[in-house]
């Protein structure tokens, strides 16, 4: 899957999970430049990721994204 | 597709697309809100986000939400695992319910804390009911072991915290207490022996289970079955245990509209606002084909064919509501004579004619059809649940009558009656005898409204029903029937009080208290228990003052508050009581009772509160009326 295509369907799971609209998202974004972006929405935004790729994160994976563009690399690595 | 591992709840309609920007819109406008805006909203299947952004809008519309459709409730959520994503998706489904939501959350771990400490802000948030959500791992069950009395140990400690939670609770004044069962775990300890060892974690968590139903009989509180949630989509589904790790969240989060849906429909039941009738469109829902086309002969029904026998099924699901005190009703367009055809001469039809308390068949629109069938029931629209195979149908009813439960049911019949269970219209929290009998009241109803219409003098029709009237003090047989009385009646409801089955049992030994329960048989069938009065000893010396008076809708007009104030003069005489005060406290349903008192000869006193009124009876001054029944009445021990 190529990054552009992925990034567009990430924005509205994003704008789902935040219940937020025309958040600025870049490959350098982080939870501090969105204030929706917390602990608690972080854990939909994952799960809501999981359900749209059919894919599962490990504890571990969750644990090394830090920015949004990791977001993106991390399911290109898993759902190939 | 009838698929709940997925977390979708199939039975109702699918999210609108532009839900967000609905909601936005709605926040945006100015003024007051409908509150069936929302409840027509909620009642959408939501997913945790929409259902999340939901409560929040909810939220942001404080103070601007108007109208009768939802009624106020505060819940406190005793969870020892993360409640943030339960909290807001039970308020935004309790919506779909009548129900706004108010949740007191204690800090993470401190539930037994605040339940006991009487300065706690739980204490201070003043809920009405409870929700005791443990986990195995915050009541001690974390392991196997291979002796059975290690076993039984864990047991006998986690039921003990159970016990403690429960009887604080209570003893903080919170009506209603829900426990929470605890999913068995997905993968074994020793494998297929898991089921004969004693020790096993499952089998611990088993036994707390089972202490918990023990407790709901011992302390009348109320069992929401996680567990069962659990077994339905699948435990390995249910348990994440990276989430649980990550975020103490206790099942995974696909399945938080179901739960919160599921945990709603008991609040809705707790509440007494669970429907009381099913109304059945007849081709293609009772039976396959259109008896008007196909005739007696063309119709599948029955063993035989895979299709006749899912509408068979359909039926005993019916028969086996009814069978519990659900109403059957029908609502089909239809000749008349066309379709009452195959429950009269089809041999395979397992509903007949008798088990239908209200029959339409015409061409009239079905919304003015199902207003009808309610109004001769005498129970609200929101009493209703329509099935009908028919989108075009459905889509009209629900936007006719929003308060009609329409399942979404799709077109295999073969999974209507999953569609009706899971859609949880008529969930209870008890069942009692009565229960079984009203079916058939109501049935009997119909038939004494074609009785009145042959004979014309009303006096005459009563005399004619034969009727025999006992009132009793409250007693422990008739306690389930009492308290579902007390918190189901609306209509003919003095003062709509609820109190608990615990609050009841506790008035039967209240030397304060003076109760009757009142039935009522006559020669169509036994009505059972129809009314409910509470005195209570007033400040005035030689006063009692009704606390509450309500009396169930089907006997209306039948003078049984007559004769029941007969008999509540006779004992206050008895008791050397000169006077007896009433009230009257407006809800949006009682207006019929408006004027109960006066009806009665009672004195209006003046106004009380926000429109009530208040009214006397002086005992000397009473004469007892000439009744068209016979009176038995057993009389208290003490009074």
């Known amino acids: 899957m190529d990054t552009a295509s992925i990034k567009e369907e990430l924005v509205d799971i994003f704008e789902d999970v935040m219940d937020a609209d025309d958040v600025e998202l870049t490959d350098e974004t982080t939870a501090n430049d969105v204030e929706e972006w917390d602990s608690l929405s972080h854990v939909r935004l994952i799960i809501a990721i999981e359900r749209k790729y059919g894919i599962k994160f490990s504890n571990a994976e969750i644990e090394g994204l830090k920015k949004f563009g990791d977001i993106i690399t991390l399911i290109q690595t898993k759902a190939g | 597709m009838f698929d709940l591992s997925s977390g979708k709840l199939p039975w109702l309609v699918p999210a609108t697309a532009d839900f967000r920007a609905t909601l936005k819109a709605l926040i945006a406008a100015p003024g007051p809100v409908p509150a069936q805006d929302l409840v027509a909203l909620a009642a959408q299947d939501l997913d945790l986000n929409k259902l999340t952004s939901l409560d929040k809008a909810v939220g942001k519309l404080a103070g601007r939400i108007d109208g009768p459709a939802l009624s106020p409730l505060k819940l406190a959520l005793l969870a020892q695992a993360t409640t943030d994503y339960i909290a807001p998706a039970i308020r935004a489904s309790a919506l779909r319910h009548g129900l706004q939501v108010e949740t007191y959350v204690p800090a993470y771990g401190q539930a037994m804390a605040e339940v006991m400490d009487p300065g706690s802000p739980l204490r201070g948030f003043g809920a009405e009911m409870a929700l005791i959500a443990e986990t195995p791992q915050s009541l001690g069950l974390t392991r196997s072991f291979i002796d059975a009395a290690s076993g039984a140990a864990a047991v006998a400690s986690a039921t003990a915290t159970l016990t403690a939670l429960v009887e604080g609770l209570q003893g903080a004044g919170i009506k209603t207490v829900i426990l929470q069962t605890l999913p068995l775990p997905a993968d074994p300890w020793a494998g297929q022996y898991d089921r004969r060892a004693k020790g096993a974690l499952a089998a611990q968590i088993a036994a707390v289970n089972d202490a918990m139903v023990d407790l709901c009989d011992s302390h009348a509180a109320v069992l929401f079955d996680a567990e069962a949630l659990s077994a339905l ?407």
Request: proline residues 4%.
């Open chain 2, 233 to 639: 989509v699948g435990r390995a589904n249910w348990h994440d245990a990276g989430l649980w790790h990550r975020a103490k969240v206790p099942f995974a989060l696909d399945y938080v509209p179901l739960y919160a849906e599921k945990f709603a429909q008991v609040l809705r039941a707790l509440r007494g606002k669970a429907s009381k009738c099913l109304v059945l469109d007849l081709d293609n829902t009772c039976w396959g084909g259109i008896i008007g086309d196909d005739g007696l002969e063309g119709i599948e029904i029955g063993q035989g064919s895979a299709q006749g026998e899912a509408f068979l099924a359909i039926q005993n699901y019916a028969l086996s509501l009814k069978e519990r005190g659900v109403v059957l009703a029908v609502c089909s367009k239809n000749e008349e004579a066309n379709g009452k055809l195959p429950f009269e001469q089809h041999p395979d039809m397992a509903l007949k004619l008798d088990d239908i308390a209200v029959f339409v068949a015409n061409w009239t629109d079905k919304a003015s059809n199902i207003q009808h069938i309610a109004k001769v029931l005498n129970i609200g629209t929101d009493a209703l649940v329509f099935l009908d195979d028919n989108p075009a149908e459905r889509a009209r009813v629900r936007m006719e009558l929003p308060m009609v439960g329409v399942p979404e049911v799709g077109d295999d019949p073969s999974l209507y009656p999953a569609m009706l269970a899971q859609g949880g219209y008529f969930e209870t929290v008890g069942l009692s005898a009565d229960d079984a009998q009203r079916a058939e009241q109501y049935r009997a109803n119909a038939q004494r409204a074609v009785a009145m219409e042959t004979i014309g003098n009303y006096d005459d029709y009563l005399r004619s029903l034969d009727m025999a009237c006992t009132i009793a003090p409250f007693d422990a047989v008739g306690r389930t029937r009492t308290a579902q009385l007390i918190n189901k009646s609306n209509q003919f409801n003095l003062t709509t009080r609820r109190y608990t089955e615990a609050e009841v049992a506790a008035m039967q030994d209240d030397p304060a208290c003076h109760t009757l329960q009142v039935r009522l048989t006559d020669k169509f069938g036994d009505n059972g228990m129809i009314s409910v009065v509470i005195l209570r000893k007033d400040a005035e010396p030689d006063a009692w003052v009704f606390d509450t008076w309500l009396m169930s809708c089907r006997v209306l007009k039948r003078r049984v508050e007559e004769a029941t104030l007969a008999t509540v003069v006779e004992a206050a005489r008895a008791a050397g009581i000169g006077k007896l005060y009433g009230d009257y406290l407006p809800s949006p349903k009682n207006g019929m009772v408006e004027d109960h008192y006066g009806k009665l000869g009672f004195e209006k006193l003046g106004p009380i509160g926000d429109g009530g009124t208040r009214w006397v009876l002086e005992v000397a001054g009473y004469d007892a009326p000439d009744l068209p029944m016979t009176l038995a009445v057993q009389t208290p021990v003490s009074a």
